[in-house]
């Protein structure tokens, strides 16, 4: 089946793709690693053959398991100490079946010492495409959200409360 994956030509018709999709979601993901292979493959079949604008219904049908099979192979990065700059280039091919590329393609060139505020757009819409995303660009998200808390609060030790600026003798 990898092989058909990896070189065969496409399905022709809806049947087809149910019946694949079926059969590959019968199989589990995670072990043995030839599982987690077999899913690899077919992502980048479908990612390859554009089975995703051809067959939407069937391909989100398969969402979360294609989901699932993108964190191990990010999870696999992190326990090796290697960057998701370097998982995504590695993997972008079948990541971008639910993963905005140019969305991930600004944040991977953004440095992890660098302020998140230009990307935060790009930040949210990858966190929030896939629990995968959210692995990969979390701790940014995070990042910007305890800044925005910090400000919020810093304009209510200030002003009072938010939007409300204190007028000259006011609460002396």
């Known amino acids: 089946m ?7 030509a496409t399905v022709t018709n809806q049947k087809s793709m149910v019946v694949v999709c079926k ?29 995703k604008e051809r067959f939407p219904d069937e391909t989100a ?12 192979t990010f999870a696999a990065y992190q326990t090796s100490d290697l960057s998701g700059k370097l998982w995504w280039e590695g993997h972008k ?7 905005d590329v140019e969305a991930m393609n600004r944040c991977c060139s953004v440095p992890l ?6 990307m935060e757009m790009d930040i949210f819409s ?8 959210m692995a990969v660009f979390g701790f940014a998200a995070r990042r910007l959200l305890i800044e ?9 030790l200030e002003d009072g409360e938010p939007g409300h600026h204190r007028r000259a003798g006011e609460g002396e």
């Open 2 to 8: 990898e092989e058909f994956f990896d070189h065969g």
């Open 23 to 51: 059969h590959m979601a019968a199989v589990p993901t995670i072990t043995p690693p030839k599982n987690h292979k077999l899913h690899v493959s077919f992502m980048g079949y479908v990612a390859r053959h554009g089975l």
């Open 61 to 72: 049908a398969m969402r979360y398991i294609f989901d699932a099979v993108l964190g191990k």
């Open 93 to 99: 091919h079948i990541a971008a079946l639910f993963i």
């Open 113 to 118: 010492w660098a302020s998140w505020r230009p």
């Open 126 to 133: 990858v966190v929030h495409s896939c629990e995968t995303g």
């Open 148 to 156: 925005k808390v910090r400000e919020i609060v810093t304009a209510l």
